[in-house]
């Protein structure tokens, strides 16, 4: 079967650097997607990963290793206005996304 | 820029009673997706279409009809409303095959069945 798993909720302090993981068992592989989500707002897309290592864009960075089926999405320096939901998502072999539950990340002061 | 656009925002139905969620993108997109969300629960694919005039089945298609005869619209019909049927829905799009998994999503539309 197709599964993805993320931890449900993680609480991080401003400032600081929060990872959060992602573990995956797909039927075939066509790329790893993070997604972030406000409360009552639509997903928006972070970040894309299709070959092995870290990719950065800013405060934030994902990381690959297929062999592993693992991903991980850091987050640098947080801000308030990064709490919200990350949703890990993999493209199958149809290059249809299967998604995670989502990782609800709370920032405290 | 208005980019994916969803209406209603909003809609209370009573069980059995049918509606039309309308979905609009004007950025050219070939792909567009239906999508519901749970609470606890991934985004779950109900129909997607890869341009217009196509159609497919998702992960949860039952009770479920779609149609996309321009290729800005995509429409997700409800014939009968269940109360299984309330949710987020959200409508997404995307440029193609090679760039499939950046999506573009809508406000979503908060749908109760009563």
């Known amino acids: 079967g197709q599964n993805i798993d993320q931890p449900t909720e993680m609480t991080a302090t401003e400032g600081a650097i929060v990872q959060i993981n992602c573990t995956y068992q797909t039927s075939g592989f066509n790329g790893l997607f993070w997604y972030q989500q406000h409360a009552g707002e639509a997903p928006t897309f972070l970040s894309y990963?299709?070959l092995d290592g870290l990719e950065e864009k800013g405060r934030f960075s994902s990381f690959l290793s297929r062999s592993k089926g693992y991903s991980y999405l850091l987050l640098k320096e947080l801000q308030m206005k990064d709490s919200a939901s990350y949703l890990c998502a993999v493209g199958d072999s149809n290059y249809q996304l299967i998604w995670g539950a989502g990782t609800k990340l709370i920032i405290k002061p | 820029n208005a980019g994916v656009t969803q209406t209603p925002k909003f809609r209370v139905l009573k069980t059995g009673q049918s509606m039309t969620l309308l979905c609009a993108q004007d950025m050219n997109h070939e792909y567009m997706y239906w999508y519901r969300q749970d609470p606890g629960m991934g985004l779950r694919l109900i129909h997607y279409s890869v341009g217009e005039g196509t159609t497919a089945k998702g992960e949860v298609p039952d009770g479920y009809n779609v149609s996309r005869l321009k290729k800005q619209n995509f429409l997700l019909g409800l014939e009968s409303a269940a109360p299984s049927q309330t949710s987020v829905y959200f409508c997404a799009s995307s440029m193609g095959p090679d760039r499939a998994g950046e999506l573009f999503f809508g406000e979503g539309s908060r749908l109760t069945v009563l």
């Open positions: 990963n299709v």
